[in-house]
C-alpha cells in the first residue's frame, strides 16, 4: 500500500475554503486505497482541536496544538516558519515511510516548510496551490514579484506542481513551467445534508436569502449588498400581498461589525446575522434557503469556492460582481438560474425591481437536478482533479 502525506495549514473542523479542498482531495485518495495522513502544520497561527481521525484520514496533530480558535488569513501576510515547526514536521516524516507529500497552500509558507523538510528525502513531492497567493491586490507590483521570485525558486524541487488554470499566464517561461499540472477548482459534489446538525430554521414566510462566508479584508463591499435588500424589501413591501424577504449572512463578520449593526437596526427582521456554523451545518443552510447569495473579489483569480459550491445545490444564485473581469462570475456564467449585479451599481427602480422578480421566482421553485450541474460542470468534479493526479504517481 502507498502512503502518503498532507501537509496543511490546519484541517478539519477548519471550514475555510482551502482546508476544505485538500480535506477533500485526501479524503479520496483515501476511499481509493491508499493510506493518508494529514500534518496541519498551524503556520497562520490558527488553532484547532482536530480528532484523531475523519472520513478515512488520520490526523497527525501538532505538538504544539491549542483550543479551537479562528481568524482568517490574509494571503499578503508573511507567516514565521519556526524552528519549531520544521522539527516537528521533521519527526513526522522520519515515523513513516511516505511515497508521496502534497504540500496544500494557503498559506503559502507551507511549501516552504516542506521543502525544507523534504529535503535528502526520497519520496515524491507534489505543492498544490488552490489560491494565488503572490496575487493578491492589495500588495504592490514589487511585493508580487518577490513573492514569485521565493515560488519558482522553491518549487523547481517539486516533482509536480498542482495549480489553478487562473495561475496560467502567469508561469509562462518560468523554470516551473513544464512541471505544472493546471486544474479547475473541484467543488461540484452531491451535497449530503446531515440534519442532526441543522442549528438554522428559516421561516418559511419568508424568502430566505443567504450569504454564507466571512466579510474579510475589504474584498466584499458589505454596504451595498445590505442597501440592495433594503431597496429590494421596500418594493415588495408596496404590494400587498406578497412575499416578504430576509437576509441571512452565516460567518465570522470580522471587522465590519460597525456596518453591521447599523444595517441590523435599519432591517429590522429582514436581516439576520449568525456565527460561523460547521460545514455539516453549512450544507443544510444552502439546502433550505431560497436564493443563495455570492459575492465577488476585487481580484481577478482569487478562489471563487464559494461560488462553485453553490452552483452544486441548485439553487437561484444572485451574483454581486466587483470588477468586470470577476472570477466567480466567469464559472457561473455556465449556470442556469442566476443574477448578476455589479457592486456600487446604481440601483434604479427598473434594475431593483428585477432583482425583486428573481428572488420572486424562487420561492417554491425546484432546484437544477444535480446531474445537470454536473454536466454543466465536469471538468470541476474531484474526479476531474484525482485523475491528474494519479497519473504522476
Known amino acids: 500500500?502507498?502512503?502518503?502525506?498532507?501537509?496543511?495549514?490546519?484541517?478539519?473542523?477548519?471550514?475555510?475554503?482551502?482546508?476544505?479542498?485538500?480535506?477533500?482531495?485526501?479524503?479520496?485518495l483515501a476511499q481509493l486505497g491508499y493510506?493518508?495522513?494529514?500534518?496541519?502544520?498551524?503556520?497562520?497561527?490558527?488553532?484547532?482541536?482536530?480528532?484523531?481521525?475523519?472520513?478515512?484520514?488520520?490526523?497527525?496533530k501538532p505538538e504544539a496544538g491549542a483550543e479551537m480558535n479562528y481568524t482568517p488569513v490574509n494571503p499578503s501576510e508573511t507567516h514565521?516558519?519556526?524552528?519549531?515547526?520544521?522539527?516537528?514536521?521533521?519527526?513526522?516524516?522520519?515515523?513513516?515511510?511516505?511515497?508521496?507529500?502534497f504540500s496544500v497552500a494557503l498559506a503559502f509558507e507551507v511549501n516552504f516548510l516542506a521543502h525544507q523538510a523534504l529535503k535528502g528525502r526520497k519520496c515524491k513531492w507534489f505543492?498544490?496551490?488552490?489560491?494565488?497567493?503572490?496575487?493578491?491586490?492589495?500588495?504592490?507590483?514589487?511585493?508580487?514579484?518577490?513573492?514569485?521570485?521565493?515560488?519558482?525558486?522553491?518549487?523547481?524541487?517539486?516533482t509536480k506542481i498542482f495549480f489553478l488554470t487562473e495561475f496560467g499566464e502567469d508561469y509562462v517561461g518560468s523554470p516551473i513551467e513544464d512541471k505544472i499540472v493546471y486544474f479547475n477548482l473541484p467543488c461540484i459534489?452531491?451535497?449530503?445534508?446531515?440534519?442532526t446538525?441543522?442549528?438554522?430554521?428559516?421561516?418559511?414566510?419568508?424568502?430566505?436569502?443567504?450569504?454564507l462566508g466571512d466579510f474579510y479584508f475589504g474584498n466584499e463591499n458589505t454596504d451595498f449588498i445590505f442597501r440592495l435588500f433594503e431597496k429590494v424589501e421596500g418594493l415588495l413591501s408596496k404590494d400587498e400581498g406578497r412575499a416578504k424577504i430576509r437576509f441571512y449572512t452565516i460567518g465570522s463578520v470580522c471587522d465590519y461589525w460597525e456596518t453591521v449593526n447599523l444595517w441590523q437596526k435599519k432591517l429590522g427582521d429582514g436581516y439576520i446575522c449568525h456565527e460561523r456554523i460547521s460545514q455539516?451545518?453549512?450544507?443544510?443552510?444552502?439546502?433550505?434557503?431560497?436564493?443563495?447569495?455570492?459575492?465577488?473579489?476585487?481580484?481577478?483569480?482569487?478562489?471563487?469556492?464559494?461560488?462553485?459550491?453553490?452552483?452544486?445545490?441548485?439553487?437561484?444564485?444572485?451574483?454581486?460582481?466587483?470588477?468586470?473581469?470577476?472570477?466567480?462570475?466567469?464559472?457561473?456564467?455556465?449556470?442556469?438560474?442566476?443574477?448578476?449585479?455589479?457592486?456600487?451599481?446604481?440601483?434604479t427602480d427598473e434594475r431593483v425591481r428585477e432583482i425583486a422578480q428573481f428572488i420572486l421566482n424562487a420561492k417554491g421553485k425546484s432546484t437544477i437536478p444535480f446531474d445537470t450541474v454536473r454536466k454543466l460542470y465536469s471538468d470541476f468534479t474531484m474526479e476531474s482533479l484525482i485523475e491528474k493526479i494519479l497519473k504522476e504517481f
Open 1 to 28: 500500500m502507498k502512503h502518503i502525506l498532507f501537509v496543511t495549514d490546519t484541517y478539519y473542523p477548519d471550514s475555510s475554503a482551502t482546508t476544505t479542498l485538500g480535506r477533500r482531495t485526501a479524503e479520496t
Open 35 to 60: 493510506s493518508v495522513d494529514v500534518y496541519p502544520a498551524e503556520i497562520s497561527g490558527n488553532h484547532f482541536t482536530y480528532p484523531d481521525e475523519y472520513n478515512g484520514v488520520k490526523i497527525i
Open 80 to 101: 514565521l516558519i519556526t524552528e519549531r515547526h520544521l522539527s516537528e514536521l521533521k519527526k513526522v516524516l522520519d515515523a513513516t515511510d511516505y511515497d508521496y507529500v
Open 127 to 158: 505543492p498544490m496551490s488552490y489560491d494565488p497567493y503572490a496575487f493578491n491586490p492589495h500588495i504592490t507590483e514589487e511585493q508580487k514579484q518577490e513573492y514569485i521570485r521565493r515560488e519558482v525558486e522553491t518549487l523547481q524541487d517539486a
Open 189 to 195: 459534489r452531491p451535497i449530503d445534508p446531515d440534519r
Open 197 to 211: 446538525k441543522r442549528v438554522i430554521e428559516f421561516d418559511d414566510s419568508y424568502i430566505n436569502c443567504v450569504f
Open 280 to 347: 455539516e451545518e453549512a450544507h443544510n443552510a444552502m439546502l433550505d434557503c431560497d436564493v443563495l447569495v455570492s459575492m465577488g473579489h476585487d481580484s481577478a483569480n482569487m478562489c471563487p469556492s464559494k461560488a462553485i459550491d453553490f452552483a452544486s445545490s441548485g439553487k437561484p444564485i444572485l451574483h454581486i460582481q466587483k470588477i468586470e473581469n470577476c472570477c466567480a462570475k466567469k464559472y457561473l456564467e455556465r449556470y442556469p438560474n442566476k443574477y448578476f449585479i455589479y457592486q456600487n451599481e446604481d440601483l
